[in-house]
């Protein structure tokens, strides 16, 4: 049986291995041009990437891919992963390739893949390019005469400095505030103290010397114990890290504090709901979110769908249902009147707009709700089904029963990494360690 290519955030694995193999790449490169051969004009896609040294190997390998079926190629270098969704429904393209393992270290990459439309496949065209990988795609090779073109987009870090530019409410500035951004030696490096400074902050920069493999590493959303110190040695108003591809942002106000994804919900819709931008009379967030986060949103008669973890999971729940403010805990916020996915920068602007509209200090302004103790413990594997084991079910249950009606339990596997992920929340912060720590105990025995 042939292993799944695609995970719950595209194709991910270790550089120069499969999935992330040259090879791979190309027949990627080709599938995916199948998949979106929509009509008799000329195609074309854009392909950004993060600053990973195996950046240079599944580029051109996807470029191959796509010319070889007469597709043209767009390559627009280090972007942020929200910079290619934007672009490519700017560019009329009809299909958007993102070359990044997000937050992951240097040694593994991965191939996110956005429609016309600029939002990320649904599962089921996944399948379908999977499907056409694993099939002989010979018959659909363009001729000579018909190859596709490639060439680089010189302004395309312009242009998203611009659109990023304009997210932020008309007439407010930045002026008189200074932000530490910490960009993971990634995909933002350049774009993210630009757009700050240009709209009036003193900006304190880190991780902005990538060298390829030196991305996430010790700094990032990740990381945030240097961006969190630099915040409050250089006096900063607010500190931000983004992860690798700044699709996703996480906070330190003035004092250094952390403020994850569920406070700048919490924050964001408050914000908008008063100002009456806020559709559905809610947010989508996912099965990760704190408790404390649905409560405080109650007490604003407000509601929170949940759904499976991921962000595209969260971006088709809203557009389903015509939400337009979602995200996870982890600091992916989708915010669909400006994006089509998750990007750190407009998250990180909205935030700092509530700051400068309410001249108050961020550590006054960010700790909207007093989070439920909630325990997250990661439990590696080696190959197998720890979950389908006796002993792990029944660690499971009686783990449910001891949380009945004071908490909740989720347990799930990784999406992209060989992780069983055990999560736990309730009033009794004891008890929720006590029952994690069970759990996890048995899984590792299995495994």
Known sequence: MTAKLFGTDGIRGTSNAWPMD????????????????????????????????????????LTAGFISMGMDVILVGPMP????????????ADLGVMISASHNPYEDNGIKLFGPDGYKLFDSTEKEIEARVNSDMTANLADPAHLGHARRLDDARGRYNEYIKQTFPYGLRLDGLKVAVDCANGAAYKVAPEVLWELGAEVVPIGVDPDGVNINKGCGSTDMDVMRSLTVTHGCDLGLSLDGDADRVLIADEKGDFVDGDQMLGLIAKDWAD????????IVSTVMANLGLEQYLQSLDLEMIRTQVGDRYVAERMRKDGYNVGGEQSGHIILSDYSTTGDGLIAALQVLAVI???????SEVCKVFEPLPQVLVNVKFNGGKPLEEKSVKQAIKDGEDRLAGCGRLLIRPSGTEPLI???????DEALVKAVVGDIAGVIEQVS
């Not at 090879?23 to 490169?29: F, N």
Request: avoid cysteine; charged fraction near 25%; hydrophobic fraction near 40%.
């Open 356 to 362: 400068v509209n309410s001249s108050k200090k961020a």
């Open 421 to 427: 992920r055990v999560m736990a929340e309730g009033e």
């Open 275 to 282: 100002s009456g931008r806020l559709k559905g009379d809610g």
């Open 22 to 61: 040259a090879e791979t790449a190309l027949k990627v490169g080709m599938a995916a041009a199948i998949q979106f051969n929509r009509g008799d004009h000329r195609h074309r896609v854009v392909i950004g990437k993060d600053t990973r040294l195996s950046g240079y190997l599944l580029e051109p390998a």
């Open 81 to 92: 992963t929200p910079a290619i969704a934007m672009l490519t429904l700017s560019l009329r």
